[in-house]
């Protein structure tokens, strides 16, 4: 019979099964069969990679703005910055920092209005980008669309400069690269229910078998990050992904490195609230990133100065 649990996740941060609004695959598009038909936990394999690269992003609506158009009434807006960067795992050596951060500001407006933004005392500056949409909502979702889509370009580039990539999230970037999305929650569970069964069988440290999910060309596979006395048969699972453009056997390498690697770098519940899904490297990235976007106090006090200092221009 069906069990109540109470996620360990803090419930600011959401849950485990939250929506992941990027996939929903369509009915018969997964395919359980392309490692194995005898779908049992597997071990993972620790083939000494040695240089790891986690890459994240974070993103802040810094104020919301108002257009106020005689004609056509208030114009919703936002200023919003984002940060995308890497936290660099040298194994061999047993060191790790950061590597070079990108931070990005834009002050988006709805209803196709492409107003400049006054400069406001900040580096970088606000760059102004109109959406065609008059929903306030979309605001939001084009700044984290412009963040995906730098984090994917940041992982691209370390991945062709020879690191092995985990990019927190699913992935944006499908080339055949060596970069796997590492993603915390789950919307749906793919799987038919005698599959999931293995997934709930996992111990920390193994994997499924991988499936493909043809309608998003990926492949994918469930690693069990640490056991969770006390948690449902899914607690401390999470999904990774890679691209389908990559060659099967490549992927079956990389599956069972992700399922050896990711347990050693998994959190745990007195330093994280997310725990084990948010990955250590990752959750030192997100403060570092955070910290470069600047005080929040003082970059609104900044976007306020420069808003009532000067009227907005037609760019």
């Given at each position: 019979?069906?069990?109540?649990?109470?996620?360990?996740?803090?419930?600011?941060?959401?849950?485990?099964?939250?929506?992941?609004?990027?996939?929903?695959?369509?009915?018969g598009?997964?395919?359980?069969?392309?490692?194995?038909?005898?779908?049992?936990?597997?071990?993972?394999?620790?083939?000494?990679?040695?240089?790891v690269?986690?890459?994240?992003?974070?993103?802040?609506?810094?104020?919301?703005?108002?257009?106020?158009?005689?004609?056509?009434?208030?114009?919703?807006?936002?200023?919003?910055?984002?940060a995308?960067?890497?936290?660099?795992?040298?194994?061999?050596?047993?060191?790790?920092?950061?590597?070079?951060?990108?931070?990005?500001?834009?002050?988006?407006?709805?209803?196709?209005?492409?107003?400049?933004?006054?400069?406001?005392?900040?580096?970088?500056?606000?760059v102004?980008?109109?959406?065609?949409?008059?929903?306030?909502?979309?605001?939001?979702?084009?700044?984290?669309?412009?963040?995906?889509?730098?984090?994917?370009?940041?992982?691209?580039?370390?991945?062709?400069?020879?690191?092995?990539v985990?990019?927190?999230?699913?992935?944006?970037?499908?080339?055949?690269?060596?970069?796997?999305?590492?993603?915390?929650?789950?919307?749906?569970?793919y799987?038919?229910?005698?599959?999931?069964?293995?997934?709930?069988?996992?111990?920390?440290?193994?994997?499924?078998?991988?499936?493909?999910?043809?309608?998003?060309?990926?492949?994918?596979?469930?690693?069990?990050?640490?056991?969770m006395?006390g948690?449902?048969?899914?607690?401390?699972?999470?999904?990774?992904?890679?691209?389908?453009?990559?060659?099967?056997?490549?992927?079956?390498?990389?599956?069972?490195?992700?399922?050896?690697?990711?347990?050693?770098?998994?959190?745990?519940?007195?330093?994280?609230?997310?725990?084990?899904?948010?990955?250590?490297?990752?959750?030192?990235?997100e403060?570092?990133?955070?910290?470069?976007?600047?005080?929040?106090?003082?970059?609104?006090?900044?976007?306020?100065?420069?808003?009532?200092?000067?009227?907005?221009?037609?760019?």
């Amino acid at each position: 019979m069906a069990k109540l649990y109470v996620e360990g996740w803090a419930p600011d941060f959401g849950a485990p099964f939250e929506p992941d609004e990027q996939l929903a695959p369509a009915e018969g598009a997964v395919d359980t069969s392309v490692e194995t038909d005898d779908w049992r936990p597997l071990d993972g394999v620790d083939d000494d990679v040695e240089r790891v690269a986690f890459v994240d992003g974070v993103r802040r609506v810094d104020a919301r703005l108002t257009l106020d158009d005689p004609e056509h009434g208030p114009i919703p807006g936002i200023c919003g910055t984002y940060a995308v960067g890497a936290t660099l795992w040298l194994r061999e050596e047993r060191r790790s920092g950061f590597g070079p951060a990108r931070v990005h500001r834009m002050a988006i407006l709805s209803a196709g209005r492409g107003e400049r933004f006054p400069a406001a005392d900040l580096n970088p500056a606000y760059v102004t980008e109109p959406i065609s949409s008059p929903n306030p909502d979309d605001l939001v979702r084009h700044l984290h669309t412009r963040m995906r889509r730098a984090e994917g370009e940041h992982a691209a580039g370390l991945s062709h400069e020879g690191w092995f990539v985990v990019a927190d999230g699913p992935l944006n970037d499908l080339s055949p690269q060596s970069t796997v999305g590492h993603v915390k929650s789950h919307r749906v569970t793919y799987l038919p229910p005698e599959r999931n069964a293995v997934v709930a069988a996992l111990a920390a440290g193994q994997r499924t078998p991988m499936f493909t999910i043809s309608a998003f060309q990926r492949y994918s596979w469930y690693v069990r990050l640490a056991e969770m006395p006390g948690g449902h048969s899914w607690s401390g699972v999470v999904r990774c992904e890679a691209s389908g453009q990559l060659p099967r056997e490549d992927v079956r390498t990389i599956a069972d490195r992700t399922a050896a690697i990711l347990p050693k770098v998994a959190s745990e519940a007195h330093m994280d609230p997310r725990a084990p899904q948010n990955l250590v490297p990752v959750a030192a990235l997100e403060r570092q990133l955070k910290h470069l976007m600047g005080d929040r106090a003082l970059v609104l006090r900044s976007i306020r100065a420069a808003v009532h200092g000067e009227e907005s221009v037609p760019a």
